[in-house]
């Protein structure tokens, strides 16, 4: 896959629905040169993020994801609109993000939730 275009997937915010967006992010990432560890680490880490944005959210809340290959690395972007602040993320939570997912970016701007993750394969694409 080269700088192809983005695969955008939306559905309800709704921890039930939190395996398409982790099958989704990994068939994505089944492109790359990724090791099947890689590939787990990324599905919890979108797992975890994505749980995180859709916290406490009401029924008419949707969950975006964008992700992206970028020649050797897989981006992903996960956004609720218009959800408010984050809670406070489970320390657990946190500590498993900084193993499966370091250098995540996870916040809000006070109306929105964004996360972002980028990783990027252990042996780069020819």
């Keep these: 896959m080269g700088a192809e275009r ?3 997937l939306e559905v309800p ?5 939190l395996r398409v967006a982790r099958v989704a992010v990994a068939s994505v990432a089944a492109e790359l040169p990724l090791t099947l560890q890689d ?9 975890e993020l994505a749980a995180a944005l ?10 975006r994801l964008e ?12 956004q ?17 993000l900084g193993l499966v997912a370091p250098g995540h970016e996870l916040g809000d701007d006070g109306r929105d939730r964004t996360f972002r993750l980028r990783r ?4 780069a694409t020819p």
């Design 80 to 96: 609720v609109a218009g959800a408010g602040p984050l809670p406070a993320l489970h320390p657990v939570a946190q500590d498993l």
């Design 120 to 123: 990027r394969a252990a042996v």
């Design 13 to 17: 915010a709704d921890p039930r629905l």
């Design 54 to 63: 859709i916290e406490g959210c009401g029924p008419d809340a949707t969950l």
């Design 67 to 78: 992700v992206a290959v970028d020649g050797d690395a897989i981006d992903v972007r996960g």
């Design 6 to 8: 983005p695969v955008v």
């Design 39 to 47: 590939v787990e680490d990324l599905r919890v880490a979108v797992d």
